[in-house]
């Protein structure tokens, strides 16, 4: 989505139709402020998870018919409804919000996609059930594009997470590489950390192109909106690389210069 958490999915871009605006829009701002409940503010962690558990409450509440009072859920209610969207993806949603609350580590890279498949899939998920396109490959391809884009938010956010105590880098590759949390604290960029960082991108990259299909095979806007993520994508992490992997003194992004970059090789995948 276009800002903040959600910078590497699309939401309400010129390509999205305009029919599937506001059905996105009610999608957007529940998974936002449900992110924004487990991430923004100074509540305690049960106070957290005690709004989450409303957000899911209200879930049950559709699931059963029922039509919630509360603005943000009678649009959702409408949407779910009129579109014949799974619950699912929001649960799953709001599960990786829960982890959040309580989960600062990740032992492992299984670990760490569990999570991403909770955090990111479900918004690729809603999107292919909005266009009517949610069968078996292009979910698959969509989850790989997702968690890609995922792992891909976590390696240029590395500083920024750690500002939160966080580390989404899984612990047994910073054992492996030789990079400890202290490191992490100095922003001190050696030759462990680039060869834990390149091990990581190819990761991620690999992930990306294992569902870049997807674009290709969709038609219209959706298939060329996710052309363009692909390669947005692909470009933070030859930015990453480009930057000798310090994304401690220069956090990789995307600038307006680079879109017509992206348009061409969105054209030419």
Known sequence: ??????????????????????????????????????????????????????????????????????????????VVHDWQLPLTPMRNLLSAFRQDVVTTRYTDFTTLLDYCRRSANPVGALMLHLYGAADARNLAQSDAICSALQLINFWQDVAIDWQKSRIYLPL?????????????????????????????????????????PLALRLPGRIGWELRLVVQGGLHILATIEAVDYDVFRQRPTLRKTDYLRLLWRALRM
């Open 172 to 212: 047994e590759d910073l054992s492996r590489f030789g990079v400890s949390e202290t490191q992490l604290t100095e922003q001190r960029v050696d030759d462990a950390w680039r060869q834990l960082m390149a091990f990581e991108i190819d990761r991620a990259r690999a992930l990306l192109l294992a569902g870049a």
């Open 1 to 78: 989505m276009a800002v903040d958490h959600y910078e590497n999915f699309p939401v309400a871009s010129i390509l999205l139709p305009a029919r599937l605006r506001p059905p996105v829009e009610a999608i957007y701002a529940f998974a936002r402020s449900a992110d924004d409940i487990a991430d923004e503010g100074d509540a305690a962690p049960h106070e957290r998870i005690a709004a989450l558990d409303t957000y899911e409450a209200q879930l049950d509440l559709i699931a059963a018919g029922g039509t919630p009072a509360e603005p943000l859920f009678r649009k959702l209610h409408d």
